[in-house]
């Protein structure tokens, strides 16, 4: 199944169950897939489709930060709630010690790492959206100090 066709049937589900926050997630993301797919001139595949989620959660994620610094502890809550919701529709997320099984068989293969950032472009590609870049880039940089 299309990521698209399931966002379209979780809308429908939500509607009947009177979900009116999930309804709201769930447009906001098909709205979000429908401008990329204007700005592409194509259909997204779905692994396109899930970095727009991922990037809708890190955005979030930052405006979480923002409600925190502002002591409005109302809007935290309400977004930490539509980050569940999206999380829902990425692929697994590698657990810690996966991630650094990848990272450390990165750094074997390029031997001497001079800079830091070719490793995380790498490692990046091949968790593909089932780590945060945050995560890889931190990771990475643990790693290279000890070299």
Do not use: C, H, W
């Amino acid at each position: 199944m299309l990521f698209t066709q399931r966002l379209t049937q979780d809308m429908k589900a939500a509607m009947k169950a009177g979900d009116k926050e999930r309804l709201g997630v769930i447009r906001f993301l098909l709205s979000a897939i429908k401008n990329a797919e204007i700005d592409k001139g194509a259909e997204l595949a779905d692994e396109e489709a899930q970095k727009i989620v991922a990037k809708q959660i890190k955005q979030i994620n930052d405006a979480i930060e923002q409600f925190k610094a502002g002591g409005r502890d109302d809007l935290v809550q309400a977004e930490a709630a539509k980050v569940e919701i999206l999380k829902e529709y990425l692929p697994k997320q590698l657990s810690d010690q996966e991630l650094e099984a990848v990272v450390d068989q990165v750094l074997a293969e390029m031997g001497e790492v001079k800079n830091p950032g070719q490793v995380i472009g790498l490692v990046m590609k091949q968790v593909a959206g089932r780590a945060d870049g945050a995560r890889v880039a931190r990771l990475v940089k643990q790693r290279v100090s000890k070299l």
